[in-house]
Nanobody, 122 residues
Framework: VQLQASGGGLVQAGGSLRLSCAAS????????LGWFRQAPGKEREFVAA????????NYADSVKGRFTISRANAKNTVYLQMNSLKPEDTGTYYC????????????????WGQGTLVTVSS
């Protein structure tokens, strides 16, 4: 499966962004999907994941209550709605596909998309 993320940009603290990730090359319903992020100088970290049917989700503690992951299987797309953004949310966001990312702790995904940069100014 090929994953293409979009929707990043520059936003002020307290603002919102919605990231999208379009999949091609395979049926989206075959995969658990999620988002990871990497801040400059830091390791890549888990953000959110959603099950194949959309019934189960998981979030990093740092984004709970502010971010919402969803998916539109008919459009082969997964979304990340980010509200009340903070400067510490700044980083490159990557979409990913693998059933292991819904595990606790989340496993390393097999498939990665290219990143989209999110910058939150204070």
């Amino acid at each position: 499966v090929q994953l293409q993320a979009s929707g990043g940009g520059l936003v002020q603290a307290g603002g919102s962004l919605r990231l999208s990730c379009a999949a091609s090359g395979s049926t989206l319903t075959s995969y658990t999907l999620g988002w990871f992020r990497q801040a400059p100088g830091k390791e890549r970290e888990f953000v959110a994941a959603i099950s194949r049917g959309g019934g189960n989700t998981n979030y990093a503690d740092s984004v709970k209550g502010r971010f919402t992951i969803s998916r539109a299987n008919a459009k082969n797309t997964v979304y990340l709605q980010m509200n009340s953004l903070k400067p510490e949310d700044t980083g490159t966001y990557y979409c990913a596909a693998d059933r292991r990312i819904l595990s606790t702790p989340p496993g390393r995904p097999t498939f990665w998309g290219q990143g989209t940069l999110v910058t939150v100014s204070s």
